[in-house]
């Protein structure tokens, strides 16, 4: 089973996530068990998916956290996209996801970002990272979280700045 | 000036120890060139024609002796035993091996110095006033800001993978020195009518291949709310910004597709729900910045006796007369001038200084103005505090340094960037278009009768020599493979900030030295009394200028 890294630990990844729909997002067959599922499917499906507690929503990078809104309060994941790793819009869409909307449960980064991003991520509220490249040494890639351990400005781990802090 | 405490000591050692981790990887192969290329960015690693190119931060220009004598020994020691003021206050290095930039970044943590996001998709050094503290006409010291701005930027999570590089300057005087029109945002300290301090929020001005002169968002925003609303701002950029193509995805593309009105309600909007958050300055957390900039230790001098030695030393020695014209200016506090080191010497690339000088300036700075100084934006270097009962002395031993070439803010103190001896981006050389002028205009007097003229030299459309905004402008273009120039008029950094215009079809490097002479004539023959370059150009208009110098040229 595929790995991830989640509240700093490696754990067996037990979603599965499904690809953007070609067609109608109405017409998407949503399989049982964990499933995270694009923004359009949610949308189009909202009411029946609404009614189970295994299904997770990713949002892509040009998608808002405004989309979703509060519907992300009721789900047990979301995920934000990175298709390249220099596209830094998950990072703001994570911190909105979090700080606007409140979210509470798992918050995943999903893509081509790269380990060295990890910290930064996590910084902006995100706990889980599954890789698609699946042959990252996660060992390895899991330091990279103690990049740094002390932040002048504040995040969502960190709320209040060091200017606040500091003795 | 700021000091390190063990927080900003240990956020320095991690970064350190992260780019070391990053370059083993790299060299080993663990981490792809284009994995790489943004990590070695915001370390200041470019990778230039000839070799790589380290840009270090100087944050607002500051800088003490100790710093100035270890950025000499890394110039020495890891270099080619120079190093060169960038038009953004840094120092940059054009020799260094990859392997070793990890040890120069632990040797400038050493003196607090790094080279963090000096490059890369990311909020740059924070530039400001080279007079900043010390000029007679500031309103608020934008020193203390421009830290809290810094040490917010550092490191920001959100941040730190923007659609493109980003770049604030702060200005706290009546007069602009830190060309905030012309900068992501600008912020132009005030203070309202009930006395408290606040900031004028301009945003999407910018030079580069789409120049453009930024936009009031706000008239006055109370400073403790500086970092949320610079928060909101980034964040609708980082949102929004065009990422499709590189040469849309500035600010300044976004604030003119919205325009700057729904630019500015978008900020706001967000602003609402970061406003008030911990990261809302407190009266205590303003007063403990500004307590680093505080005065130095200046004694009570009797102005007029001082003025009245200075006017004799000048009346005496000609050639010291013309220094302090240029070179010397006043200052807020009685018995004190600020002095300006010119680096722009006939022969030599602008900015550029050798190890030796460094650590000349470094002894300048401890003899003369209590062991610190300034780098401009002009590519110069200042003593801001220096008695004037020393001037003469200064002037001596800044004469034996090579500093000492009295044409700050003349036609000679040219604007210029490495060009294309150095930079892989460039399209043409601009060292040797500088210096080929400068030769021209070898008579001092001469030069000093035209007064104020800013010539700025780019070797491309990326204006790192800010072309633009120079009353003459001069970008280095290609065409099939040869070097060609191209002439702007009618640029201006300051408070009438104006971009130039394109005079005509481009020159040959030869061609130069003629043209701004042709240039350099009309004005002399059009001005009325006490009207400068730009004065006439805007009076006249560019027509008169473009008759002379093609009907030379052809």
Redesign the interface.
Known sequence: MPKLVKDGAIIDDTWTRLDKPEGDAAEVNVPAGQVIVPLSVWQAQREQLQARDDIGVWLDSDESAFDLGDDAKQLPLVAVNLPAFMDGRAFSTARLVRERFGFSGELRAVGSFIRDQMCYLSRCGVNAFRFDDETIDLEKAKQSLQDFTEFYQAGVDQQQPLFRRRA | MYIY?Q?DH??LR??VA?FRD?TERYLAGD?SEA?FL??RLQNGLYVQRLAPMLRINVPYGMLNSTQLRRLARIARDYDKGYCHVSTRQNIQYNWPALEQVPDILAELAEVEMHGTQSSG?CIRNVTSDQFAGVAPDEVVDPRPYCE?IR?????????????RKFKIAVSGSQMDRAAIQVHDIGLQLVKNGAGAIGFKVLVGGGLGRTPVIGSVIREYLPQEHI?TYLEAIL?VY??HGR?DNKYKARIKILVRAMGPENFAEAVEKEWE?LKD???T??DE?IV??KSYFTEPDYATLDDASAQAQLDQQAGENVPFSKWLMRNVRQHRVAGYASVTLSLKPTGIAPGDLTDAQLERIADLAERFSFGEVRTTHEQNVVLADVRKTDLLELWQAAKEAGFATPNIGTLTDIICCPGGDFCSLANAKSIPIAEAIQRQFTDLDYVYDLGDLDLNISGCMNACGHHHVGHIGVLGVDKKGQEFYQVMLGGNAGNEASLAKVLGPAFEAEQMPGVVQNLVNVYLENRTEEELFIDTYNRIGIAPFKERVYAKAS
């Open positions: 405490d927080y240990e956020i991690q970064r992260q990053q981490l994995e943004p990590l998709n809290i040490q917010w930027s550092s490191f920001h999570p959100e941040f730190a993978f923007l659609p970092l964040r980082n949102l990422r729900h958050a911990p990261s300055l407190r957390d403990r910045a």
